[in-house]
């Protein structure tokens, strides 16, 4: 093609017609101007295919991280309501004015107990790095965010906020006024009619029940949330 495109332009040159000549140079000049414009536009077709495809590798390790989110969490609620159920039978015993049984000190050791949920977000933070503006898909964007972004930050900090109780209110109070205290399993107070009697006791209860009952909602929409989300990136995986 080169080898054509030389003879043409010399034999342009030797005729001395300087129109044709000049016809002819912008003709090629055009030619090379579409050649590199295809060739731009090729190499932009290959980078959004291979970003694509980067895009395609980190959904899948955001759905591993939300099948362990969602092992995690379902861990936490059901310990949650474990507790909450031990703590409406201390309650009920306390309003009643019952004596304490086996299974009311059995309930007491689950009071306020520290719940931990570990969530994984490797996979979102490296989509960020893609930039989610790369993700030309308004839905899964939309349930990204509202997972990672509003649920999930809700209920770890529904924990946090049960962290904070469970160390500078209910471990004072135990080192105070129980004799034994075993992790989630048993607690024993010193002075079991000064527990019965004690109002602060109850309502600190009460409070904890109406926390407690928060961090579980909490969880029970991330946990919506997360299943929500992981069906729209296999609906997307799937095209």
Excluded: C
Excluded at 145 to 171: G, H, M, P, S
Excluded at 230 to 238: A, C, K, N, P, V
């Amino acid at each position: 093609m080169i080898t054509l495109f030389r003879r043409i332009r010399h034999k342009l040159i030797d005729s001395g017609s300087a129109t044709k000549y000049l016809l002819y140079a912008a003709g090629e000049i055009l030619l090379v101007v579409i050649g590199i414009l295809i060739a731009l536009q090729v190499n932009n077709w290959n980078e959004e295919k291979r970003l694509n495809q980067q895009i395609d590798s980190t959904l899948l390790v955001i759905t591993e991280d939300l099948i362990r989110d969602e092992e995690a969490i379902n861990e936490t609620m059901l310990f949650l309501e474990g507790d909450l159920a031990a703590q409406e039978n201390i309650i009920r015993t306390l309003e009643q004015g019952d004596t304490f049984a086996e299974q009311t000190y059995r309930d007491l050791g689950r009071v306020m107990l520290l719940r931990r949920t570990e969530l994984t977000d490797n996979g979102y933070n490296l989509l960020k790095e893609l930039g989610m503006n790369n993700l030309n898909d308004t839905e899964l964007r939309d349930a990204l965010y509202d997972y990672y972004e509003r649920k999930a930050k809700i209920a770890l900090r529904e924990i946090q906020d049960d962290k904070v109780e469970f160390e500078n209110t209910w471990i004072e109070y135990v080192r105070e006024h129980f004799r034994i205290w075993n992790f989630g399993e048993q607690a024993i107070p010193n002075d079991g009619s000064f527990i019965r009697n004690h109002s602060y006791f109850l309502t600190m209860i009460r409070m904890n029940l109406n926390n407690r009952e928060s961090t579980l909602n909490a969880h029970e929409e991330a946990l919506s949330a997360n299943r929500e989300l992981i069906q729209t990136i296999e609906s997307r995986l799937d095209r």
